[in-house]
């Protein structure tokens, strides 16, 4: 069975950092582009950055933007998003999802998600 696992939610003070880890079980991630979506309490999911297979293009909402780092390692097959700066409003839940070897939002294999809550 296809799925993702993300790793690295918690808890963490306004102006703090976390990195969130996306890896795959029973495929190789390597050949796909891999979204981050969040979804904040009460509101629809997001789709908050993509990065391509190849690693070489990527993309961000604006919320998130000058904030958030995508990157990927082929080397050990994962997915990062290394957040700086958190805000109480980035509090959600955080999920990967496997797209194309392009961001096209064709998503076809989601993991369960990481919960990250920013909190004084």
């Avoid at 009460?42 to 909402?61: L, P, V, W």
């Avoid at 194309?100 to 064709?106: I, L, P």
Wanted: glycine share 12%; hydrophobic share 30%.
């Amino acid at each position: 069975q296809s799925q993702l696992v993300e790793s690295g939610g918690g808890l963490v003070q306004p102006g703090g950092s976390l990195r969130l880890s996306c890896a795959a079980s029973g495929f190789t991630l390597d050949y796909y582009a891999v979204g981050w979506f969040r979804q904040a309490p009460g509101k629809e999911r997001e789709r908050i950055s993509c990065i391509s297979s190849s690693g070489f293009n990527t993309n961000y909402a604006d919320s998130v933007k000058g904030r958030f780092t995508i990157s990927r390692d082929k080397a050990d097959h994962t997915v990062y998003l290394q957040m700086n700066s958190l805000k109480p409003e980035d509090t959600g839940i955080y999920y990967c999802a496997a797209d194309k070897s392009v961001c096209s939002g064709y998503v076809w294999a989601w993991g369960q998600g990481t919960q990250v809550t920013v909190s004084s």
